[in-house]
């Protein structure tokens, strides 16, 4: 079978008229990076403050922290994505629900993406950072009191500094996924990067040079986002501080 | 406004005899294919011929860079071509969305797989794979008879927990229609008008089952730490 490739569509204006096909996509990945920017840094500050309230020696706390962290972690990214955007405008007060609702687009599907995405990558988050100050050894919390530190002064001084830096690999590959992820937001009708290599495959039946032009764009994303990740690992490297030996992990 | 949960009553057999099937099955299969694929993907990466270990990489990377909803979309126009080639059609075969998501969600899967069993290969001692050429083994016999079996053992909570992922993840066949859990469900809210009743239930049944499932794996991997 011949597929007859048509690069030249790229270049061709799409029917809402803002300007080419591959314009159309640039603004997609536009999209993409916002959203999963955005969630990143409402994942970080959550994940950080649960992966932390984890450790601590309050059991209520911990469990407290467990809790949220099983609910977000067991439910599809894509059902959560449904519960923000077609869910939670219902139960709340009746003039809040409308006035998510009435937001003009793409808004009323940025938001409750955004949101979804925080909290889904937010438990991810809290996970590593857990982990991450479980692996520093106990004298270290200990020498930090016996400093005559307080429990807060330690973690500000002592933990959290070390175990950042150890958690920083498998942050990268939160952060890609973060980027990844934000395509689900699609469904609930956000026109990102993915959810316009579908639109562009439906109006000029390109199928392939849409998704081949998507895949790419993607690549170059995560390849960005890498190395800009390693830069920062280098730059924050503490020497004689050995980063975490990446066990495997599941993941997607 | 008021909710009426007894939708989810009047469409019970629907979501679970269709929708949930649909969900479970999937997940066995794409499981089943992907650790095989994956298995093999991991051994072809771990290969001292150059061409072979790139290629396997170049295919695992590729899939792990990019979104999972656009692999399904990519698999969903391309199986009708391939599936053409290997037939020798002269027009795209025509693929259902049950077949195009099997397809998708191995080939997918698979990468995943392969990371995890590449870990558990090299987690076994290279003295064993001495001790099994020195025995007169062959590459095949000693991947399958002392190497597989130890690497498979030491990865399970990890493949397990993966299958875990998987099973939530192939709720976004979604995006091709098909009739998964949530397809079912999500016809079902759009029929009657009760978004907020079938989405909030598919959100709790979701969870009831992965959480379980994470607590079988949890204390699997505290029983594999003591046998260690």
Known sequence: VGYNWHWKVLFETEPGGTGSYLHYLIVGLGWTLVTALAAWVIALAIGALVGTLRTTPYPWVVRAGNLYVEIFRNIPLIVQMFLWFFVMPELLPQAWGDWIKQMPPPWSSFIPAVLCLAIFTSVRIAEQVRAGINSLPRGQRMAGTALGLTLGQAYRHVILPQAFRIILPPLTSESMNIVKNSSVALTIGLLELTGRARAMQEFSFRVFEAFAAATVIYLITNLVVVLAMRALERKVRVPGLIAAAGAPQAGH | ?228
């Open chain 2, 1 to 228: 406004m008021g909710f009426d949960f007894d939708v989810i009553q009047r469409s019970w057999g629907y979501l679970f005899r269709e929708g949930m099937t649909f969900t479970v099955t999937l997940t066995l299969l794409a499981m089943t294919g992907g650790i095989v694929f994956g298995t093999l993907l991991a051994m072809m990466r771990l290969s001292a011929f150059k061409p072979l270990s790139i290629l396997a990489g170049g295919y695992v990377n590729l899939m792990r860079s990019i979104p999972l909803v656009l692999v399904i979309f990519w698999f969903f126009f391309l199986v009708p071509y391939i599936g053409a080639w290997v037939t020798g059609a002269d027009q795209p075969v025509k693929v259902g969305a049950w077949m195009s998501a099997v397809i998708t969600f191995t080939m997918f899967e698979a990468a995943y797989y392969c990371e995890i069993m590449r870990a558990g290969i090299q987690s076994v001692a290279r003295g064993q794979v001495w001790a099994g050429y020195a025995l007169g083994l062959n590459y095949w016999q000693t991947m399958a008879q002392v190497v597989l079996p130890q690497a498979f053992r030491n990865m399970l909570p990890v493949l397990l927990t993966q299958t875990i992922i998987l099973f939530q993840d192939t709720s976004l066949v979604y995006v091709i229609s098909a009739t998964d859990f949530l397809g079912a469900a999500s016809k079902v809210a759009n029929r009657d008008y009760r978004l907020v009743e079938m989405y909030t239930f598919v959100a709790v049944v979701y969870f009831i089952i992965s959480y379980s499932l994470s607590l079988v794996v949890k204390r699997l991997q505290d029983r594999i730490a003591i046998i260690r």
